[in-house]
């Protein structure tokens, strides 16, 4: 599904895949993604597949359980002790604890939360004034 196209809380999820901090729920998730392939596709629930560590809501969770098992320091190196997150390239993190997400009200469409599509866009426009090269830095819409 072409990312624009999925509601703002979907598209965002598109990104979160890699812009956000994860791990898989179990073994068998990491075997099959590793044998056939990472099973998310634009439009699917990331957390079908996934487990997104956010320390606000899944703290106790036993996929971060059993992340902390492994690394004690897993949530204190990635996220402030407040929840936020704390390293770069994860913006999805940021995003799904901002005030403007959450306090998004239920349901589709174009005001349900801040679609990455709002600021982002994967490919340059034709009529962007921009060099290739400006407009990659940063990958940020014109209007
Ligand atoms: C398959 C993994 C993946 C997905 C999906 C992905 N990104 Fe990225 N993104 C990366 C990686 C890796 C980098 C770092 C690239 C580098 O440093 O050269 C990056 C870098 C960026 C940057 C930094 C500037 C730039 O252009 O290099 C922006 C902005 C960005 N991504 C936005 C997005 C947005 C918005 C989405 C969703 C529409 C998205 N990304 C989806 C992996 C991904």
Redesign the pocket.
């Known amino acids: 599904m072409q990312?624009r196209r999925l509601d703002p809380r979907l598209?965002s999820q598109?990104?979160g895949?890699?812009?956000g901090i994860w791990e898989f729920y179990d073994r068998d998730g990491e075997r099959r993604a590793n044998s056939a392939g990472l099973a998310f596709r634009p439009g699917d629930e990331l957390l079908q597949t996934r487990f997104l560590a956010q320390p606000t809501v899944n703290a106790g969770a036993p996929a971060m359980q059993a992340l902390l098992a492994a690394d004690a320091g897993f949530i204190r190196d990635s996220f402030w002790a407040d929840g936020m997150v704390r390293v770069s390239?994860r913006?999805y993190n940021g995003l799904i604890e901002s005030p403007c997400f959450k306090n998004a009200p239920a349901g589709n469409g174009e005001r349900t939360a801040v679609p990455?599509?709002s600021c982002?866009t994967?490919h340059q426009t034709a009529d962007d004034p921009r060099a290739t090269e400006e407009w990659?830095?940063?990958?940020?819409r014109t209007a």
Not at 136 to 140: E, R
């Open positions: 990312p598209s598109v990104c895949q890699c812009h390239g913006e990455v599509f982002h994967m990659g830095t940063i990958s940020l």
